[in-house]
């Protein structure tokens, strides 16, 4: 059987779990209070983080879940963050959705599976 590794965990959930050579990043959120591009980058910057801490990078992204509070009104925002961040020639499947977050002040969570490297 394969080793399982668990990253910040808490009661409810780890934050990331490594098994085999695939990275599964639960649902990360913004840690600032503003518009959808602020948070956006904010929980981008997170996931560069837990990425680098499993050993691998956004180039190596397979799947990503993109969950909005309102997709008709940030949409636009996000995708240009979107846009900044992702690699162009190593884009991972997506897919954008609409949610009710755990927070009012919440815009957007994404969820993330990758490849390490």
Known sequence: MTHITRIDSN??????VIHGDTIYIAGITASVKGDIVAQTRDVLQKIDGYLATAGSDKRHLLSVQIWLKDIT???????SVWAEWAPKDALPTRATGEVHLASPDLLVEIIVTAAKI
């Not at 009661?11 to 990331?16: F, P």
Request: glycine fraction near 8%; hydrophobic fraction near 45%; aromatic fraction near 8%.
């Open 11 to 16: 009661e409810r959930l780890s934050r990331v």
């Open 73 to 79: 009104a940030d949409f636009a925002g996000m995708n």
